[in-house]
């Protein structure tokens, strides 16, 4: 069973992302927290497998809870889920440890599939915001190929410009006519090569420096 935690300053957004999510029989809301400080007690408290995050809330915001519930409880997982309005937000998530971004409005089907592939180690980042946060990062970027591309295959390129893109391991497989397994060894040497730790933080490097077309 899922263990989830809920963080949304709106009663209805809680309330609503609580049937979805208890509509899944791998799944189960452990608590509901209305801003971040809520948020970070209930994970001391429930030890969830995953928060699901709002960002822009009162009192501590979901980039702040984020940060200290990555850095304390670095077994609990975060997955934002933002709105348009949030966008110049998402990179300050990044660096504070979210491994995923959905767009509020996200059907409930891909909610669920989000939830689920964050917990088992992938990444989800809405299309929406990695394009957004691509723009962002490049009024501060060069823009420019860097070291970092030499240092990968041709194909392990491809593949971080997937992972990038919010590909998982099985969008990354059919795309490049590869075995899951190939793709999960090339996922890891990927990760190797760049010294970090996960999907999200290779995605940022990839955009920061402009190795994504």
Same mark, same amino acid.
């Given at each position: 069973m899922i263990r989830i935690v809920i963080c949304d300053d709106q009663a209805v957004v809680r309330e609503g992302l609580e049937m979805i999510l208890n509509a899944d029989h791998e799944i189960e809301v452990v608590g509901l927290a209305e801003d971040g400080l809520r948020?970070? #007690?209930?994970?001391?408290?429930?030890? !969830?497998?995953?928060?699901?995050?709002?960002?822009?809330? !009162? %009192?501590?915001?979901?980039? =702040?809870?984020?940060r200290?519930?990555? &850095? @304390?409880? !670095? #077994?609990?997982?975060?997955?934002?889920?933002?709105?348009?309005? #949030?966008?110049?937000?998402?990179?300050?998530?990044?660096?504070?440890?979210?491994?995923?971004y959905l767009l509020k409005g996200t059907p409930g089907q891909e909610l669920v599939a989000a939830v689920k592939g964050t917990v088992a180690g992938e990444s989800h980042i809405d299309p929406?915001?990695?394009?957004?946060?691509?723009? =962002?990062?490049?009024?501060?970027? #060069? %823009?420019? @190929?860097?070291? $970092?591309? $030499?240092? +990968?295959?041709?194909?392990?390129?491809?593949?971080?410009? $997937?992972?990038?893109?919010?590909?998982?391991?099985?969008?990354?497989?059919?795309? +490049? @006519?590869?075995? &899951?397994?190939?793709?999960?060894n090339y996922v890891s040497a990927v990760l190797s090569k760049l010294e970090v730790s996960d999907r999200t933080q290779a995605a940022v490097l990839a955009i920061k420096y402009g190795l994504v077309d």
């Open positions: 948020a970070i #007690e209930l994970a001391k408290e429930k030890s !969830p497998d995953l928060v699901l995050m709002d960002l822009n809330m !009162p %009192g501590m915001n979901g980039i =702040q809870a984020t200290e519930i990555t &850095k @304390h409880l !670095p #077994e609990v997982k975060v997955l934002v889920l933002t709105t348009f309005g #949030e966008d110049d937000w998402v990179f300050d998530a990044v660096r504070s440890g979210a491994l995923g929406s915001i990695g394009g957004k946060l691509l723009a =962002q990062v490049a009024k501060n970027s #060069e %823009g420019k @190929h860097t070291t $970092l591309a $030499l240092d +990968l295959s041709e194909r392990e390129l491809q593949v971080l410009k $997937l992972i990038a893109q919010g590909f998982t391991n099985s969008d990354i497989s059919e795309r +490049l @006519h590869l075995t &899951k397994g190939t793709v999960r």
